[in-house]
Nanobody, 115 residues
Framework: QVHLAESGGGLVRPGGSLSLSCTAS????????MGWYRQAPGKEREMVAT???????NYVDSVKGRFTISRESGWNTVYLQMNGLKPEDTAVYYC?????????WGQGTQVTVSS
């Protein structure tokens, strides 16, 4: 079993920055993809950014140039640095780990961008 522990999030004004972190523990396969998804009220969950433990990163178009995903080598920890936040970034952000056909999820952390 895999457990994901998230931290970060909160309330920030438009244009501000927030950082999220997530650490995975348990029986983690050697090759995996960690990332962040988000779900706004009334909308489907969408991928925000992912990173393989081989260094391949992927972003949804709406956050390119503003968000940066990074992984701490050897610790199965993933970070999401969010700059230039916009009201439309408001959502519950979920950490994910995908490996061997299984997707594991964190409990979610709220990010609210409002003046």
């Amino acid at each position: 079993q895999v457990h994901l522990a998230e931290s970060g999030g909160g309330l920030v004004r438009p244009g501000g920055s927030l950082s999220l972190s997530c650490t995975a523990s348990g029986s983690i396969p050697g090759f995996n993809v960690m990332g962040w998804y988000r779900q706004a009220p009334g909308k489907e969950r969408e991928m925000v950014a992912t990173a393989t433990n081989g260094g391949v990163r992927n972003y949804v178009d709406s956050v390119k140039g503003r968000f940066t995903i990074s992984r701490e080598s050897g610790w199965n920890t993933v970070y999401l640095q969010m700059n230039g936040l916009k009201p439309e970034d408001t959502a519950v952000y979920y950490c994910s780990l995908y490996a061997i056909g299984t997707n594991y999820w964190g409990q979610g952390t709220q990010v609210t961008v409002s003046s």
